[in-house]
Each structure stands twice: as structure tokens, then as C-alpha cells.
């Protein structure tokens, strides 16, 4: 029995994200269960998973539940010390403990005017007085921690922490919205969109393609405006150079042409996430020519 985690919609759920991020950024195993955004309530589907009402919640391998996100990032920092997910530095870790709590509990009007959308990227967001007062303080916190802190990297208070994973979604949503920020915060915003923890939670929301129209916003759309990504499509047909799926190494049923390459995998979940963004996934190293 491992870790479960119950998550909403990838393309939506910033809260979600946050959480899976820190399984995926510091390799611990998890079952992801997928809550259905569009058909029934969350508290309704997490009824039996008391008493937890919103994702993402947690579930230990004892059963306990963990139901907020900054609990949950607490109870995996305590479980897992070895793993890094808080600096070790303790100036640096007391700096992105303050970080990660003030983006749990603030920038209420980033939350309603940019709910976060990885399916879309829109230009000439209009910036209401809240909106911008929230990017304010955003890049002062991130300016703060980078000079005292991330001089040798791209992150927050050194290694890739808690703090930058709480963070992930306000990038995307930056990104996403085409909100105007400074040249040092833009570098900030683009470690996240190439973070290859980040482009898989992205693929997957590519993948499965979810569109809930309440988050839409009635803005001019463009290009996501993270790292290009493979040529690459669903086909209906092998052969394909690997004989087993990379991910589960099952025999192959579903194909994909990745640059000119037809790639087999076990399911069609396998295959839409690399058709999304191939560079994402390590386990197709094991393939060669890829
Ligand atoms: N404090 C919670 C908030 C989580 C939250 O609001 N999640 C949203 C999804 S992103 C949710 O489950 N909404 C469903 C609802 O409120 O009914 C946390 O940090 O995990």
C-alpha cells in the first residue's frame, strides 16, 4: 500500500498541482485517483474519504487522510527528511516555509481573474487594481528569496522546494494570462513552463482533453507560450520500434508517430501524454532513436 492521492482535473485544479508536483519533483511513489471536475460535486466523490471535501487530499499508506495542501506538503517533508522538500539551509528553509504559506492563504483576486488553464494562453488580460496589487507583491516575495537565496539556480531559496512548487500554478497562471511582469520574474515563470515535473502535469491535461467552459475567459488566445513541443500524433496502426509500452512495459495496442516514429504503448493514456509532449517523459529514453 503506497501513497493515493486525489486530484482534480489537471488542466484546472492549481491546488492539485501543487501536490502532485511534490510526488513527481521528488520521485516518491503515488496512485493518482482523478476526481471528476464536470459530472458531480468533489465533496461528493470524497464522501467516503472523510473528511476531506476538496482536492487534493491525501491518503497514507495507514489510511489517515490529509486534506489541505500545505498539510499535506508538511506531512511529506516530515515523512521523507532525506528527500529535500524543504531547504536545508534554515535562513533558506524559514523564507520558504513564509513563501509557501503566503501563497496558500492570499492573492485571492490572481485566483478569480486568472483561474488557472493549461489548455489555453490568452493576451491583453485586462489588470484590475487587485489584480496587479497580487503581481506586485508576487515579484517582491520572489526578488526577496532569488537575492538572498537563488544565486545558484533557478529556484526560489536554492533546490527546487516546497516554496517553488506552490508557486507553479501563479507562474502558469502568469504565463497563461500573459500577465506583465519584470525580466527576472519572467525567468522565474519560464523555470516552471520548462520543468519537466511541470510539462507531464501539463501533458496529461493536454491528453485528456477536459474542457470546462466556466474557467474560460473571454480574452484574445495564443500560443502557450512554454517550450515547443515534438511533432506528434495519434495513429491507428503499428509496428512500432519498442515491442513493449514504456511506461508499463505491457505489450503494445496503441501507437503514436513521434517525429516521423511510430512509438507503441499499452493504453491510450500512455500515448496521448507523450502526443502532448514527448520530452516530458524520461521512460521514453529506453527507446532508442528518441
Ligand atoms: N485548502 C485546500 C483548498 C483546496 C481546493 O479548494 N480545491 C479545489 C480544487 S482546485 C476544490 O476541491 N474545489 C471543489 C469544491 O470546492 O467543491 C487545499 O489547500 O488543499
Redesign the pocket.
Known amino acids: 500500500m503506497t501513497y493515493e492521492l486525489f486530484s482534480?482535473e489537471p488542466a484546472?485544479?492549481?491546488?492539485?498541482l501543487r501536490a502532485w508536483l511534490l510526488f513527481n519533483r521528488f520521485d516518491l511513489q503515488v496512485r493518482t485517483t482523478w476526481v471528476d471536475f464536470l459530472d458531480n460535486?468533489?465533496?461528493a466523490q470524497m464522501a467516503a474519504h472523510p473528511p476531506a471535501?476538496?482536492?487534493?487530499a491525501l491518503r497514507l499508506p495507514d489510511g489517515t487522510i490529509v486534506?489541505?495542501?500545505?498539510a499535506l506538503a508538511e506531512e511529506l517533508a516530515s515523512r521523507h527528511p532525506e528527500a529535500g522538500f524543504w531547504p536545508s539551509n534554515s535562513a533558506a528553509r524559514a523564507v520558504a516555509r513564509s513563501l509557501a504559506a503566503e501563497m496558500?492563504c492570499s492573492f485571492s483576486a490572481l485566483r478569480n481573474d486568472c483561474p488557472m488553464n493549461l489548455c489555453v494562453a490568452y493576451r491583453d488580460t485586462p489588470a484590475s487594481d487587485g489584480l496587479r496589487a497580487d503581481i506586485d507583491r508576487i515579484e517582491d516575495l520572489w526578488a526577496h528569496a532569488r537575492a538572498k537565496f537563488g544565486a545558484e539556480g533557478p529556484w526560489l531559496c536554492g533546490s527546487y522546494s516546497i516554496a517553488d512548487a506552490f508557486f507553479a500554478p501563479v507562474a502558469a497562471r502568469i504565463a497563461g494570462y500573459g500577465l506583465a511582469i519584470s525580466e527576472a520574474s519572467s525567468t522565474y515563470v519560464d523555470a516552471h513552463l520548462n520543468d519537466l515535473a511541470f510539462r507531464r502535469w501539463r501533458a496529461l491535461a493536454v491528453a485528456r482533453g477536459v474542457v470546462l467552459p466556466w474557467y474560460s475567459r473571454d480574452y484574445p488566445r495564443t500560443e502557450w507560450p512554454g517550450p515547443a513541443t515534438r511533432p506528434a500524433r495519434a495513429v491507428s496502426n503499428g509496428p512500432s520500434v519498442n515491442a513493449v509500452c514504456p511506461f508499463s512495459g505491457k505489450p503494445v495496442t496503441h501507437f503514436a508517430e513521434v517525429d516521423g516514429q511510430t512509438i507503441g504503448f499499452c493504453n491510450p493514456t500512455c500515448r496521448d501524454k507523450v502526443v502532448a509532449d514527448a520530452d516530458a517523459w524520461p521512460q521514453l529514453q529506453t527507446i532508442n532513436q528518441i
Request: proline share 6%.
Open positions: 482534480g484546472y485544479s492549481s491546488w492539485s460535486s468533489v465533496a471535501r476538496t482536492v487534493p486534506w489541505d495542501s500545505l496558500h
